[in-house]
């Protein structure tokens, strides 16, 4: 696994990459960085731990809303199981030194 390093609102991080994912994880990181930037731009939202809950909260219900993303969690709650742990530990990893989420 490669790691490649982006910046989101302005902070950098080291982000593990499976081999040929590069272009999928840079769109991720720019969707995120785009999101989280106009919450802060809003003014309302100052903490970027609130900024970035925020950010996935309305990047996660836009997802939801795709036709695939419905599908998905159709199939994972009749059966497939989707690895809470495993996520985990990639938003603690993304989160570095702004800490971990438990």
Request: overall charge negative; glycine content about 10%; aromatic content about 2%.
């Amino acid at each position: 696994m490669k790691q490649i390093e982006v910046t989101i609102l302005g902070q950098s991080y080291l982000l593990g990459c499976p081999e040929g994912g590069e272009v999928a994880l840079l769109e991720a990181v720019s969707n995120v960085d785009r999101e989280m930037s106009a919450i802060r731009d809003g003014g309302k939202v100052k903490a970027r731990e609130r900024i970035a809950v925020l950010a996935a909260l309305n990047l996660a219900y836009a997802l939801a809303g795709r036709p695939a993303a419905r599908a998905a969690s159709a199939a994972s709650s009749s059966g497939g199981e989707v690895d809470v742990d495993h996520l985990i530990a990639r938003l603690d990893l993304a989160l570095g030194a702004d800490g971990q989420l438990l």
